[in-house]
């Protein structure tokens, strides 16, 4: 059964999570939009997670930068220009005056305890992650705020809740580790009671809490990760992830002609497609609801009328022999050359070392009895990799490379459709062909000038 189409005892409790990115909520129009969004699903209970208004976290970072080199009145403008905006925002889209007056009082309280923890910053010269995870967590908080009294202002009766109540995490303060049991208590005692008494619940994303009540946020892409783990918490139906795009698409549109949306995609596939180069979700953010079969559907805040993309461990059967077609267009390959040395015990771990020493992921590795290659899209730190690796072995370097990636769980279950790739491709020079372990992706590299032309070529055969 697809896990879209999970069933439900008597009596369980059903609700859905609605996360709205960035860019869903970046103006007064926008979060007009999402306020008519959120009207649609009512009957569902939604949980809305938001992110911070488009490129303000970048903003409260770059604050936290000037004060902390002494620039204090660079900090002060960019807080300026954080409240400016803001009050904008709530001034075009609240109509009732007594609550425009309102929340026009709590902007400026967050302003103003924005601004005594920067003046803190700047007069110990001292950047903590404890500190920036304390600034930039009044992105969400502003943006949450106005979302609400928006909703209310529209007739939606909605309560804003401090994620900080039932996100629990560890101390890493900007990279912080969920602590799942207490936030699945935390949360059902939080959420249920108002969900269930049909208001709709507003809080942010990518912000959390240590027991002791300091201020924590999860890496980047943080919001979709709170949106999984209510979702998990919850046991949701659904967790929605809206953003400025249809769905995860069959190739990048801005080089190829006629994409077309995909349907359903299972997790392991989704997670290929990001990890070479995809940009719609990382797919570790949305593990915590996957792990639990609740399906995550990617919409478009701009197209509301669309089905997006589904991702669900339980996918239909494709029309297409592939999924979908990516790339990370700059990479380089290293190809280390040790006749002597391969076959020993311990060489590639020795190589592997080096990669390690200066924390540089590698993409792709292909093995021969002499040679050893491998593709990295990381330029840190290359020269002193290239130095250390010649210490045992014979080391080439090769630029304006890019890797290309096919997608598909068919490539694992029907034959020849590898070998139908390459017969497209005949025309191109290949190199360092791999197939991954999950079998559902098979990887390439080709010359840089060529890749546009390799994109097209393969989705005109596979997609038409």
């Excluded at 990669?355 to 593709?375: M, P």
């Amino acid at each position: 059964m697809a896990a879209s189409l999970r069933i439900y005892g008597k009596g369980q409790f059903k609700m859905i999570v609605m996360k709205f990115g960035g860019t869903s909520v970046q103006d007064s129009d926008a979060i007009g939009n999402v306020v008519n969004i959120v009207k649609t699903r009512l009957k569902r209970k939604p949980v809305i997670v938001s992110s911070a208004t488009a490129r303000t976290t970048d903003t409260l970072l770059q604050c936290c930068r000037y004060a902390s080199e002494g620039n204090y009145e660079k900090a002060s403008d960019t807080i300026r220009q954080i409240k400016e905006r803001h009050l904008k925002i709530a001034k075009e889209l609240i109509s009732d005056e007594i609550l425009l007056e309102k929340l026009n009082s709590q902007i400026k309280e967050l302003i103003d305890n924005l601004r005594d923890i920067v003046k803190g910053i700047y007069l110990l010269s001292e950047l903590s992650d404890r500190s920036i995870a304390k600034v930039v967590s009044h992105g969400e908080l502003l943006s949450t705020l106005i979302l609400f009294f928006a909703l209310n202002d529209k007739g939606v009766k909605a309560e804003l809740v401090d994620a900080r109540d039932f996100m629990f995490t560890n101390m890493d303060f900007t990279n912080a580790e969920p602590l799942f049991d207490i936030i699945t208590e935390k949360a059902t005692q939080r959420l249920k009671p108002i969900l269930s008494s049909g208001k709709v619940v507003v809080t942010q994303g990518f912000i959390a809490s240590t027991t002791d009540g300091v201020t924590t946020t999860f890496s980047r892409g943080g919001s979709d990760y709170s949106a999984s783990i209510i979702g998990m918490a919850m046991n949701a139906e659904e967790v929605e992830i809206w953003t400025d795009v249809d769905g995860i698409l069959t190739a990048d549109p801005r080089i190829v002609d006629n994409t077309r949306i995909i349907k359903e995609i299972s997790f392991r596939e989704a997670a290929e497609l990001a990890y070479f180069g995809a940009k719609v979700l990382h797919p570790s953010t949305i593990l915590p609801a996957v792990e639990k079969n609740i399906p995550v559907r990617v919409l478009n805040s701009r197209n509301p009328e669309g089905k997006g993309t589904l991702i669900t461990n339980n996918v239909e059967e494709s029309q297409y022999l592939i999924k979908s077609i990516t790339s990370k267009k700059e990479i380089k390959v290293i190809n280390i050359y040790s006749p002597k040395m391969l076959l020993a015990h311990g060489f590639l771990k020795k190589v592997f070392e080096v990669f390690d020493k200066y924390k540089t992921s590698v993409d792709l590795i292909t093995t021969s009895e002499v040679n050893v290659s491998l593709t990295l899209d990381n330029d840190d730190n290359i020269a002193e990799i290239i130095n250390e690796l010649s210490g045992f072995s014979e080391v080439n370097l090769e630029e304006d490379k890019s890797l290309v990636c096919v997608v598909g769980n068919n490539l694992k279950y029907i034959p020849g459709v590898a070998k139908k790739v390459f017969q497209v491709l005949g025309d191109f020079n290949i190199a360092m062909i791999s197939q991954g372990a999950s079998l559902v992706n098979i990887s390439f590299v080709v010359d840089r000038e060529n890749l546009n032309l390799v994109l097209q070529t393969l989705h005109k055969e596979f997609f038409g």
